[in-house]
């Protein structure tokens, strides 16, 4: 399915999302990223904005003012929802 179909409240992956979306965590479903995310600040609950998509690399993100390039390996783990403020 494109990623532009996806509707607000259903649950995808974070490398599945739109960039210019912003996108709720709302589970991380791997032990390994977890722990990753955690060391850089990404926590479940919190909205971040997909600044970028590299093709064939990693998903950009924006939060609180920090950009952070995820790889998509990582980014298949982490799941939510497109969120509209």
Do not use: W
């Not at 494109?2 to 992956?13: A, D, E, T």
């Amino acid at each position: 399915m494109p990623s532009n179909l996806y509707s607000p409240g259903q649950i995808i992956s974070l490398d599945q999302a739109k960039t210019g979306s912003n996108f709720r965590i709302t589970e991380i479903n791997n032990a390994d990223t977890a722990a990753m995310t955690v060391r850089l600040g990404i926590l479940v609950g919190q909205t971040v904005a997909i600044s970028a998509k590299i093709p064939g690399g990693p998903v950009v993100i924006s939060l609180n003012n920090l950009e952070i390039a995820l790889g998509r390996e990582y980014c298949k783990d982490i799941r939510g929802e497109i969120f509209h403020p």
